[in-house]
């Protein structure tokens, strides 16, 4: 790498998964061309699969946000306590083992990474279902996050092998459709689940006593069991752009046992990611930011309508979930079009778009939780995921073009634990603006002005930060031919 440390390339784990996947494309000597990408129907097949998982995941998300209130006066809880299980009860497992399970994609075959991952989440949603008390559920929220933490890595890095490169922007914006549908059918079907079960008496289950919303848990355990199952089918690809054997050097073909483990914490990723700060460490604390504020509001969404314009979950859920359902698929069109539009005139149309998009959800977040009624409120939140969404085609790009094969699921799992973890401290820090500063229950859009403004105009400015030396970077790797 010019001008950087070269990173450790994969053990010989990979070194293995290579020969087996140019073994089934045909490609002698363990090279891939042009002419050896998988078939569009394994492509699609393989995309299939990976937003119905993905959708599961935000379905989760949405339906707890849409919980929140019916949570917070079963357990009797305060703003404070509220935020907290909304966000970071969520990524405390996370931050523990996110980044070595982020390093399994980039070591073993990613089908099984997924699967794998799927399976854990829906154990972990069905024990949800049955927690017995707060501090049970509490404990199922924890392990949810690490049960999931290595379903992006893994499947950013499976796509970007299945999909050339002219064609992965196109995949990573079907990508959003996971996204899309969990967030408008949490909303639409949760809310009305949420309002017809409240009006059921709490069930017994395998003999256990649970709240009748817990019944909600327990269906999408049985749905997260059916992904897995088609994530385990998924025809493991090639991987691409891996520096050739001979250049690896023999003392890195069969790493000892204390290299593995190192190379599981993360560093190697880290380092490279440090060689090239310049684009990274703007891109991180942009998205940082933003993401408080995205996962502050989509959490407290529900808990505002409710206070401020004397909703129930089922009207916000009919009202919104329309709205969301057009936002996200413009968004999706958008951030798309946009980008390519942009790459004909600038190689930092990725980073550049993002920019542009992040300024306008500014402008939304801010205005959103001042409206005067319930319907234009929801439409300016719409408006700006709309933005959102599109910012986070480009984004996702960026991150792919820049980062090395050999190690992309796991400096993508650092770049998201930046989302993830600062997006689970979300919630904490609105309920804590709510509780602290603000101090009136009714009053929660303030908490959310309040967040909005002070962290998003910074997320702009870091963003635009990013786009020359993004630029620089890409230069760079066109000129050595990649």
Known sequence: MAGAMAPTLPDDGVAAIQAEADAAQGAPGGGTDARSWPSAGAAWFALFAIVLATFLNFFDQTVFGMLAQRIKLDFGLSDEQLGFLGGPASVIFFVVVGIPLARLADVYPRRLVLAGGMLATGTIMALGGLAQGFGQFVGTRMFLGAGGSAHAPASYSLLADFFPPRKITRAFAVLQLGFIGGTTVGVALGGKLIVWLAGVS??????LHVHSWQLILLGQAALGLVAALLLLAIREPARRGLAPAA???????RPGLGRRILAFTGLDAMRAIHARGRVYYPLFLGLALAAVETFGLAFWRVPFMIRTYGWDEGRIGMVMAPMLLV????????????????????????????AILFGLVTVCAIVSPLMPTGETSLAVMALSGMFGLAGAVPQNAAIQRIAPNEMRGQVTAIYLFMFTFFGAMGSFVVGVVAQRIVGVEAQLWKALVITAAALLPIATISMILAIRPYREEVARLEAQGR
């Open 202 to 207: 709490d069930p017994v289950v395998l003999g």
């Open 327 to 354: 936002s996200s698929l413009l968004g999706v069109f958008l951030g798309g079009v946009f980008v390519e539009w942009m790459a004909k005139r600038h190689k930092d149309a990725n980073v550049r778009c993002a």
């Open 247 to 253: 250049s690896r050097g023999a003392d890195l073909e």
